[in-house]
């Protein structure tokens, strides 16, 4: 199985830019993924990575290092809609020999005025 | 919106009672994947469905069940309940078979079980 970590909470202002880190240990790698959820939301893809490098959409930028097992989520200008818990994920057997994504614990992220 | 509906949005219900849980995937997708959110477990991965067959099984508990429909939709099954069970319950789709790291969740319907 699979086993990701990622810290618990963030705080940031706004406009200022944050770096939410996750390191990984995999039986298998395909790539790292990244979700947002709202309180009370469902969880929205925002980004995936299967090679090294960074990876920009708009204000968010992804990143893996393969060789490290490690990527980040980069938030830039923040902005007070962008509090909300961020979720990176992996591949992974399941069950039934089946793939599957596991996710991490999930790092919530306050920005503030 | 993700354009993939669940219902209902809410259900309180009793200790050692049965629900169905549906979920609708956004059109043309053909795979169904269920997902269930406690504070303490997080997201965590139960079932997936393809056009109608089992693909992968997460940790999904012997009370728990699930079907796809010829029309795709899907449905998921709590019985016996306990206490523990009160959770957020999501449905994800994807377009194909194999595992899609890009997957479209549903509004997720919560589950309180008193």
């Known amino acids: 199985g699979q086993s990701l970590e990622q810290p618990s909470e963030v705080t940031a202002v706004e406009g200022a830019i944050v770096q939410i880190n996750c390191t990984y240990q995999?039986?298998?790698?395909?790539?790292l993924s990244w979700y947002q959820q709202h309180d009370g939301g469902a969880p929205t893809f925002l980004s995936y990575?299967?090679?090294?490098g960074l990876e920009e959409t708009g204000r968010f930028s992804s990143f893996l290092s393969r060789s490290d097992s490690y990527g980040y989520l980069l938030l830039q200008e923040l902005q007070m809609k962008d509090s909300a818990s961020y979720f990176c994920a992996v591949r992974d057997r399941s069950g039934n020999a089946g793939n599957m994504l596991t996710f991490g614990g999930g790092t919530r992220l306050m920005v503030k005025p | 919106d993700s354009g993939v509906t669940q219902t209902p949005k809410h259900l309180i219900t009793a200790t050692g009672q049965r629900v169905t849980l549906r979920c609708s995937p956004r059109?043309?997708?053909?795979?169904v994947y269920w997902y269930q959110q406690s504070l303490d477990q997080g997201l965590q991965f139960l079932i997936q469905?393809?056009?109608?067959?089992?693909?992968a099984k997460g940790n999904i508990l012997e009370r728990f069940s699930a079907q796809q429909f010829p029309d795709l939709h899907s449905e998921l099954n709590l019985s016996s309940l306990e206490l523990g069970d009160s959770a957020l319950y999501f449905c994800?789709?994807?377009?194909?078979?194999?595992?899609?790291?890009?997957?479209?969740f549903g509004p997720g319907t919560r589950l309180l079980v008193l």
């Open positions: 059109s043309g997708d053909l795979s």
């Open positions: 995999t039986s298998g790698f395909y790539g």
């Open positions: 990575n299967a090679l090294d």
């Open positions: 469905y393809y056009n109608g067959e089992e693909r």
């Open positions: 994800a789709s994807s377009v194909e078979g194999r595992l899609q790291e890009t997957q479209y």
